[in-house]
C-alpha cells in the first residue's frame, strides 16, 4: 500500500487495480495513510480553502422512478412541492449578501417547457440582481442540448450529473428499463460540448457494488475529463424498492468506504473539485468534516426554505431538516474552522482542473472570476 501511495503522492501512473487495492484497505493506520496521503495531494492542488455551495432544492416533482431515490415519481407519500420564483431568487440573493461565491439548483428532474423556461427567468434573475457575481451550478438531470445551452446563457456555468454507477448492468438493477445509462453518459458530453464545468458522480456501497466498479467510475472520471465530483454513500429510503431488497446498511463501514473513494478519487484526479456529501453526514456527526479530511474541498450548504426540507428526503436521516439557512451557515464555518480549514468567501471557487483544460480562459469575460479573487 505504501508503494502505491508513494507512486500516486508523486502523480506517478497508477492502474485500477491498485487503485483498487486502496479501496479495499481495512486496517485503521491503512486507513489513516491513505486520508493524509490524499490530504497533502489536495493542499499541493487545490489548497486547504473550501468553497460554499449553497444549494436550493426548487422542487421534489420528479418524472423519474429511481428505485433507490425517496423523491421517486411513483413515492406516492411524499407531499410535491415547487418553489415560488420570488422565493428561490430569494434564497440565492441571501447567499450572495453572505459571500457564498456560488449556489446549485437542483429538483427531480423535468423536461416539460414551463419547468424549462421558469429556470431560465430564474437565471437570469439571479445573475442581474447579483450583477453577476453570484456563481451557480446546475443539478437539474437529463436535458436536451438545446436546455443546457440556454441555461448556460442564462448565467449558469457548471452542471452536476451524478451518473450513479458506470458499470452498465449494476446500472441496470437500480433503474426501470426507460431509464437509459448511455443516454446519461452522452449527456455530460453534451454539458462539456455547450461550455459548462462537467461535474459527475457515483453512489458509493450500492448493494451488488463492488471495489472493482468503484475503481472503475475513477477511471471513468479520469477518462471523461471531468471537472468535479459529487458523490456520497448510499442510504436507504424504506419507501422505496431497493430498501425492500437489502438488509440493513452497517453505517460504519458505508461511510469509510465513502471516505475511501474521496480519497482514491483525489490521489487519482489530483486537481478537481471534490465535494464532502450531506450522506456523509447522514452516517456520522461530523461526516462532511471527515470528508474535507480525506480530500473533498467544497461543501453545500442547505439554502432550501425550512418547510420545504422534510420534503426532499432522497435518503432517510438526512440531516439539517428543522433548521434555517443561517443555523446551517453558522454550524458550517464552525465545522470548517474546527479542522483548521478557511472558507473561500465570495469567490467561485472553479476547478483548477477545469481552468486548465479551458487553458486559463476567462469564464465570464473581463470578470477575473476564475482567478478566485475578483468575486
Ligand atoms: N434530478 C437531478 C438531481 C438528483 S438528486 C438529477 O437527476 O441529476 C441528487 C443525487 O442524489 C442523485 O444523483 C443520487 O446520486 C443521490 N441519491 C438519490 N437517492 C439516494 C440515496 N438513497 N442515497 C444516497 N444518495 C442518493
Known sequence: MQAILKKLTAGEGT????????????????????????????????????????????????????????IRRSNANVERYQMGEDEIVRDALWAHEHRYGSIVLQAGERQDAAFVDQIERILKRIKAESDGELGITLSLGEQSAEVYRAWFEAGAHRYLLR????????????????????????????LRDVGYQVGTGVMIGLPNQT???????????????????????????SE????????????????????????????????????????????????????LQAGANIIMPNLTDTPYRKDYQLYEGKPCIDEDSTMCRGCLQKRVAGIGETIGLGQWGDSPHYLRRAGGRSLVEGTGADTGTGV
Open 211 to 237: 471495489t472493482a466498479d468503484l475503481a472503475q467510475d475513477i477511471r471513468f472520471f479520469r477518462d471523461h475529463d471531468i471537472d468535479m465530483i459529487g458523490m456520497g454513500p448510499y442510504v436507504l429510503h
Open 240 to 291: 422505496t424498492p431497493l430498501a425492500q431488497r437489502v438488509d440493513a446498511i452497517n453505517p460504519v463501514t458505508q461511510l469509510e468506504l465513502g471516505l475511501k473513494m474521496i480519497a482514491v478519487t483525489r490521489l487519482v484526479l489530483r486537481d478537481v473539485n471534490i465535494a464532502a456529501t450531506t450522506a456523509l453526514q447522514a452516517l456520522h456527526p461530523t461526516g462532511r468534516e471527515m470528508g
Open 15 to 70: 492502474s485500477p487495480a491498485e487503485w483498487q487495492a486502496l479501496l479495499e484497505c481495512s486496517q485503521p493506520a491503512e486507513r489513516q495513510a491513505l486520508y493524509k496521503a490524499a490530504y497533502a495531494v489536495k493542499l499541493q492542488t487545490v489548497g486547504p480553502t473550501v468553497y460554499f455551495r449553497g444549494i436550493v432544492e426548487l422542487s421534489n416533482i420528479c418524472s423519474k422512478d429511481c428505485y433507490y431515490c425517496g
Open 163 to 190: 451518473v450513479e454507477t458506470t458499470n452498465p448492468d449494476l446500472y441496470r438493477q437500480l433503474h426501470p428499463a426507460t431509464h437509459d445509462f448511455d443516454t446519461r453518459v452522452a449527456c455530460l458530453d453534451t
